[in-house]
């Protein structure tokens, strides 16, 4: 099977290169530079998204379409690219699937579209409306819902299968997406701890959920790829079991959600961090929990890392590349 994998070389994208490529699939991957660090073996093409005329006929004869390149930054100021990015190059990866004949074409998205709640006991699934003024919060968010419409559309006229990976950790994370949490709590003595809740989920096993999103999934059809549902008082006490730190933690109640959201914006230039925003720590007050329900259902899918076990991989690849 030929296989075209666009965003070839991020968190996600990299690893489901790899696999891709150890199950003997002929893998054509689309990057921007010529310093990729894919497998050897892998043929790489050279692309964007946004300039239709630059993806050539490099999906010609390929099976499935992987598409996973988008621009993340939680930066209000970047609206506009965020939604030309992954709005419009998702359109412009589609035109291309169709005009090349692919059989089935999945865009990556993200579980963030499903929105969030003020209750631990609500879980949010595929079938979550849409809060409109949340997304407008939300300059990501609201280019991945964008995106995701872009997507439906398409399915219109081909099989088209969105997947909403939740907060990926493991190995691979060069960038440090999940990775600055960890590689914090690793290195600090007082760690504050909002009140919230998020779900984690190892990359390895999002790479398997893409897959039988391709070889599965039901055409128009959204999948939540998750896995443990976690406050951060669970998630930043795991990390700080696996990383040998004892750091004083202290709790944030409901009501710090507004100050704190305040000073983002100040502590994220001081610290430069690309995800210290004012939407960021203010969700952090709020939890994202999500089911996997459909994804188990209809893909077959499971989880097989604890989230213990997915942040000793990323912990042992932090460490071995130097990240730590």
Same mark, same amino acid.
């Given at each position: ?22 199950? @003997?699939?002929?893998?054509? =991957? ?22 239709? =005329? ?117 190995? @691979? ?12 709590? =690793? ?25 039988? @999103? ?17 406050? %951060? ?18 709790? %944030? ?18 610290? @430069?961090?690309? %995800? ?10 709020? %939890? ?37």
């Amino acid at each position: 099977m030929k296989t075209l994998v666009t965003g070839a070389t991020g968190f996600i994208g990299r690893r489901l290169v790899t696999r891709l490529h150890e199950d @003997g699939m002929e893998v054509v =991957a689309l990057v921007r530079t010529e310093k990729h660090g894919l497998p050897e073996g892998v043929q790489t093409v050279y692309g964007d998204i946004l300039q239709p =005329a630059s993806l050539k006929d490099f999906g010609v004869g390929c099976d499935r379409l992987y598409h996973l390149a988008a621009m993340i930054t939680f930066d209000v100021r970047k609206r506009e690219d965020l939604i030309r990015v992954n709005s419009e190059g998702t359109s412009n990866i589609l035109k291309a699937a169709k005009r090349w004949k692919v059989h089935r074409s999945v865009v990556v998205s993200s579980a963030c579209t499903m929105g969030l709640s003020y209750s631990q006991d609500h879980i949010l699934d595929e079938d979550a409306p849409i809060v409109e003024k949340l997304v407008k919060a939300n300059p990501y968010m609201e280019s991945k819902v964008v995106a995701e419409r872009e997507a439906l559309y398409a399915a219109q006229e081909q099989r088209v299968v969105i997947v909403n990976p939740t907060t990926a950790y493991g190995p @691979g994370d060069w960038t440090l997406n999940s990775g600055t949490m960890v590689t914090k709590i =690793a290195r600090s003595s007082i760690v504050p701890v909002p009140s919230g809740g998020s779900n984690a989920v190892d990359v390895d096993d999002v790479v398997e959920g893409i897959i039988l @999103g391709g070889e599965r999934g039901q055409s128009g059809r959204r999948y939540i790829l998750g896995g443990e549902n976690l406050s %951060f008082a669970q998630t930043f006490s795991t990390i700080a079991t696996v990383v040998g730190r004892r750091p004083l933690f202290v709790p %944030f109640p409901p009501w710090m959600r507004r100050p704190m959201a305040g000073t983002a914006w100040i502590a994220g230039y001081i610290v @430069g961090s690309r %995800f210290l925003t004012p939407q960021i720590v203010g969700d952090m007050f709020a %939890f994202k929990y999500y089911s996997n329900r459909r994804a188990r259902e209809e893909l077959g899918w499971s989880p097989k890392f604890s989230f213990r076990e997915s942040i000793g991989r990323a912990w042992h690849f932090y460490q071995r590349e130097g990240l730590a």
